[in-house]
């Protein structure tokens, strides 16, 4: 009797273990990195690291109104004038290219400064508001 008991007590220390060994490596499973930083020069072991592309300079006034401005300005949300409506567009038109470039950097009304695009430069901005004053005469 004694010999199974221990027998017994010995497969329940030997199961526990496993158990305990498998709880610890879903622990570490969870508690993971998500990545690595890999700095330029060192050899990371890995060959499909991602490689940013350099910017072939600014983007167009068309790249820039759909990617930013279209949001608000084909559904005529928050009152934005839409693109092409020259009714809307004639009296803005009239006060000037340098004002409608300087609302559209500096925000106006209900549009936030750069539509919204912080990361956007001037001339992008500029060549923007030039693209939407082309389609909307």
């Given at each position: 009797?004694?010999?199974?008991?221990?027998?017994?007590?010995?497969?329940?220390?030997?199961?526990?273990?496993?158990?305990?060994?498998?709880?610890?490596?879903?622990?570490?499973?969870?508690?993971?990195?998500v990545?690595?930083?890999?700095v330029?020069?060192?050899?990371c072991?890995?060959?499909s690291?991602?490689?940013?592309?350099?910017s072939?300079g600014?983007?167009?006034?068309d790249?820039v109104?759909s990617?930013?401005c279209?949001a608000?300005?084909?559904?005529?949300?928050a009152?934005a004038?839409?693109?092409?409506?020259?009714?809307?567009?004639?009296?803005?038109?009239?006060?000037?290219?340098?004002?409608?470039?300087?609302?559209a950097?500096?925000?106006?009304n209900?549009?936030?400064?750069?539509?919204?695009?912080?990361?956007?430069?001037?001339?992008?901005?500029?060549?923007?508001?030039?693209?939407?004053v082309?389609?909307s005469?």
């Amino acid at each position: 009797m004694k010999r199974v008991l221990a027998a017994v007590l010995l497969g329940f220390g030997l199961t526990a273990g496993a158990v305990m060994a498998s709880v610890e490596d879903e622990i570490r499973a969870r508690i993971a990195p998500v990545g690595e930083v890999c700095v330029q020069g060192d050899d990371c072991g890995s060959a499909s690291a991602p490689v940013e592309e350099a910017s072939s300079g600014p983007r167009s006034g068309d790249e820039v109104y759909s990617a930013v401005c279209m949001a608000c300005h084909d559904t005529g949300a928050a009152g934005a004038p839409k693109k092409g409506d020259t009714a809307a567009w004639s009296s803005r038109i009239d006060k000037g290219l340098e004002t409608l470039v300087d609302h559209a950097i500096n925000g106006f009304n209900a549009m936030p400064a750069k539509g919204g695009c912080s990361n956007c430069p001037d001339e992008e901005i500029e060549a923007a508001v030039e693209y939407l004053v082309s389609e909307s005469q």
